[in-house]
């Protein structure tokens, strides 16, 4: 479409008329068509009058400009051009199957190739799990919800920095699926949208869970809790949080925050929080349950699953004042005092592999477990084959580090390197800190009078550790639960732990490039977003049996495209038709089996005609 200006003069005065234009192809060849008259629209220089028709042909689609607000002129003229008998004729006549159109054929050409099929998907779950509702109801805009959608969708697909974000979301079929454009889109209108999100997280989240209960009818009587840690890229001297602690990354050198996260037996995430990087496990389990509280109701009788970092009394206490269940991985020093147990035979119960497990020819069982009773509650016993060689080769290569470590500390003796009797002390006592697991079962000396220094193994303690590779001890004050119920309640836990897994690589949340707290915190909280519409799709397809991954699915559709056709015709006129490709086979498959509509966008049709060059 393009803006006419037309003259005319009535009684000595000059009247201006300007007329919105379209192309069109007739019997007779191409002819410009009036769509509407708008009258006299002011002075405005000439290179204004395609913009305004640009922006009416783009209100008629139902693109909007993420930068600007639809004008009240647009407005205006698209409406009447929607009302007019003239424009739905005009539609009805184009939609017809017999338009015939004389292309030259080795002319014909395609363009603007994007990927549509992917975020077609992701876009659909994004509306299914009702998002854009519930950001509404958060307080926030058109345009907050549109550039969170745009965040998400990258987190999920091309994970990339705020700088490098709108290249990736321009290269993809987002703003046609979106209706908008993002052409201007640039890094600091993301950045200030993370600043937009970072104080309706809790309300969100809590929302979110609601809809996913009652979407797909979730187990809501199990809470798993778990910590991980992602490391930062830079000092982070802005960030209170950022420290340097125990690095699940293996990067002791950079500092990091901790993440909690509660998810319930199906994966999917109830609420998290971001702690300090050098907060102890045991710590966060109170302020977490309280933040639980805040998303989904803490009814009495839940139980609440937890590793044996946080198998401390003050934490058993801490849930059953909420009355709550506990099921937790007891400590390494409890788990020794049945010894004896686990060297009896009797008494153990085999569990069998279920699921992909049960399909293969391995004979041994999955797990031994046995039930005792005590005055504190119930114990579980479980003795595991695969365990024990992952036992085993953990403490040979901490035995291995130790002894090299306490060689090296030998020779600075000898040599006259280390000479005070307090300073070597203290490396020893660095040593057994740090090897924990193996130093235990060693007696390490010196002896200031005879200056000695001596290493002698306690075999006895180290055949003990030997027996017990393989073993852990499960504890609960749940009484209704038979051994293999424990077990396989416990074992969820590796829920959380996948969460943690894609959510640092496929989702990318490490490493933290960010300075400040409020979008670090920001940052893992869209990785979590990303993540409920990552288990979303693959609930959906585990309901109607199929078990594969998100990146299967993201894979099998990257192929499926949007693009432009470009048709040149015998009279030298130019037919754009923009549409998406034909799904294939395995496309439509999955198109079904996620209830998700095989057309991504309208078809648009373009006429470019040689009259004037204008369309």
């Not at 004042?321 to 007891?330: D, I, N, Q």
Request: charged share 30%.
């Amino acid at each position: 479409m393009f803006l006419r200006q037309k003259k005319g003069k009535y009684k000595g005065k000059t009247y201006i008329n300007y007329q919105l234009v379209e192309s069109v192809r007739t019997p007779d060849g191409p002819r410009q068509k009036i769509v509407c008259s708008l009258g006299d629209l002011g002075p405005r220089p000439r290179g204004e009058w395609l913009k305004l028709a640009h922006k009416v042909q783009a209100a008629l689609v139902g693109q909007m400009d993420l930068f600007e607000s639809e004008s009240q002129e647009v407005t205006e003229i698209s409406g009447k051009i929607q009302a007019s008998p003239q424009t739905k004729t005009k539609t009805t006549e184009k939609s017809g199957d017999d338009e015939i159109v004389a292309v030259r054929i080795d002319a014909v050409t395609t363009e603007l190739h994007r990927e549509a099929g992917s975020v077609h998907v992701g876009y659909q779950y994004w509306k299914k799990l009702g998002l854009d509702e519930i950001l509404a109801d958060s307080g926030l805009d058109k345009r907050a919800r549109d550039l969170t959608c745009l965040m998400t969708m990258n987190r999920l697909f091309s994970p990339a920095s705020e700088n490098g974000m709108p290249d990736w979301i321009r290269s993809t079929a987002l703003s046609e699926i979106l209706g908008i454009e993002v052409d201007r889109l640039g890094k600091d209108s993301l950045y200030r949208n993370l600043d937009l999100l970072y104080p309706q997280r809790a309300a969100i989240e809590a929302r979110l869970a609601a809809r996913e209960q009652t979407l797909f009818n979730l187990d809501q009587t199990v809470f798993l809790y778990d910590l991980t840690s992602t490391y930062f890229e830079g000092e982070a001297s802005e960030n209170p949080k950022a420290k340097h602690g125990y690095s699940r990354d293996k990067r002791p050198d950079c500092k990091q925050v901790v993440v909690g996260l509660v998810v319930n037996p199906d994966g999917f995430p109830l609420a998290h929080e971001v702690f300090e990087g050098n907060v102890r496990d045991h710590k966060t389990l109170a302020h977490m349950l309280d933040q639980l509280g805040k998303r989904v109701p803490l009814e009495k009788g839940r139980t609440v699953v937890v590793d044996r970092g946080m198998a401390f009394d003050e934490n058993i206490d801490q849930i059953r004042a909420r009355g709550l269940h506990y099921l937790v991985a007891s400590r390494q020093h409890e788990r020794d005092c049945w010894l004896e147990e686990f060297e009896e035979d009797q008494g153990f119960q085999e569990i069998a592999p279920t699921g992909r497990a049960a399909q293969t020819r391995r004979e041994k069982p999955l797990v031994r477990v046995k039930m005792k009773k005590t005055d504190k509650g119930t114990l579980v016993l479980c003795m595991s084959e695969r365990r024990k060689e992952k036992d085993q080769a953990i403490r040979q290569k901490q035995e291995g580090k130790l002894l090299g470590d306490l060689a090296k500390l030998d020779k600075r003796i000898a040599s006259g390197r280390l000479v005070k009797p307090e300073k070597i002390g203290e490396a020893i006592g660095r040593l057994k800190e740090r090897y924990p697991r193996v130093a235990r079962y060693y007696r390490i000396e010196y002896d200031s009078v005879s200056k000695s220094f001596s290493v002698e193994l306690d075999v006895s303690r180290r055949s003990i550790a030997e027996s017990l590779d393989g073993s852990y001890l499960l504890k609960t004050d749940r009484t209704d639960l038979s051994p293999e119920e424990v077990w396989r309640t416990y074992t969820l836990l590796t829920r959380a732990e996948e969460a943690f897994r894609t959510m640092k690589s496929p989702l990318a949340e490490r490493p933290i490039f960010h300075h400040l707290e409020r979008r670090v915190e920001t940052h893992i909280f869209l990785c979590l977003l990303a993540y409920h519409i990552l288990v979303a799709v693959e609930k959906t397809l585990l309901d109607k049996g199929i078990n594969t991954s998100f990146a299967t699915v993201r894979t099998r559709l990257k192929t499926h495209q949007i693009c432009t056709s470009v048709l040149p015709t015998s009279d030298g006129s130019i037919l754009k038709i923009r549409k998406d490709s034909t799904p294939e086979i395995d496309q439509i498959k999955l198109y079904k089996l996620l209830d998700v509509p095989q057309q991504i966008v309208r078809p648009t049709r373009t006429w470019i005609c040689n009259t004037n060059g204008l369309m």
